[in-house]
């Protein structure tokens, strides 16, 4: 008996420490996803479109999916935890709440809430939306009122209201672009219109397309070479270039 009980003691013990490994890397993988890989909208203005965050080679959702099988083993902990301490927990509930109405009303809640809480998700529909199409993760959808410090290289880039405003007026301007694409004119300048070059696009990928290099085309735009890996759309909202003096750069180039 003394043996059983012991045995016992020791498996609550390396119980209750697997449940603390559980807990705290569930708890910090919570946080990192938080403030860390942090979703769409925050994620664009800190960093710049078309930019995705991963820690240790796994994206967002990965680690949420992570959290998601950790949360299960903790889960799974936690029922042997209470079925091992059952007599333990019976006798003080009995002294809490003496009149076997309440504790059976009690139970049947806990009961009932808990089934509710993690056999609902297989068989409530998600609530259907309207898509928003236009730019909602952009930078003007978001509260101007915050500001926000992000690093690019070694340059500090502080988002407030007035940002917001003149990345408004931005858009604006890519809108124009689009529309000028569409029906066939420029609104800059015709000459370049043949040259095919988008905000997606990288500075890097730009001087291997047309074959020039990227020194080049860097330092015509005005913007350090460290940054040729970020998508012109990214880099002519911080250095006030437009698509027109890329396409003027790569013109010059060629005619040299």
């Avoid at 965050?53 to 083993?73: A, D, E, N, P």
């Avoid at 672009?177 to 029906?183: F, Q």
Wanted: net charge positive; proline share 4%; charged share 20%.
């Amino acid at each position: 008996m003394i043996l059983f009980s012991n045995n016992k003691s020791k498996l609550n013990l390396i119980i209750d420490i697997i449940m603390l490994l559980l807990l705290i890397p569930v708890s910090g993988i919570g946080l990192l996803m938080k403030y860390v890989l942090v979703p769409g909208i925050e994620r664009n203005i800190i960093y710049g479109d078309d930019v995705d965050l991963k820690y240790f080679g796994l994206s967002r959702h990965q680690w949420g999916g992570v959290h998601f099988t950790l949360s299960i083993f903790f889960l799974i902990m936690l029922i042997l935890h209470i079925i091992l301490h059952w007599k333990v927990i019976m006798s003080v509930f009995k002294q809490m709440i003496p009149a076997l109405t309440i504790r059976i009303g009690i139970t049947l809640f806990l009961v009932f809430f808990c089934l509710i809480i993690l056999i609902s998700p297989f068989f409530i529909l998600p609530e259907k939306v309207p898509f928003e199409h236009k730019h909602r993760n952009r930078i003007d959808n978001f509260p101007s009122s915050i500001n926000i410090n992000a690093e690019t290289g070694n340059d500090t880039i502080l988002t407030n209201q007035q940002s917001a405003e003149s990345e408004k007026k931005t858009n604006q301007v890519v809108n124009q672009e689009i529309n000028s694409k569409i029906s066939g004119t420029d609104p800059h300048n015709s000459e370049y219109k043949e040259i095919e070059v988008y905000g997606y696009q990288t500075l890097q990928s730009v001087s291997e397309k047309f074959n020039i290099p990227t020194s080049y085309l860097a330092n015509s735009l005005r913007v350090p070479e460290k940054l040729t890996g970020k998508n012109l759309g990214f880099l002519r909202r911080q250095y006030s270039f437009t698509m027109t003096d890329v396409r003027k750069s790569i013109s010059d180039y060629k005619r040299r």
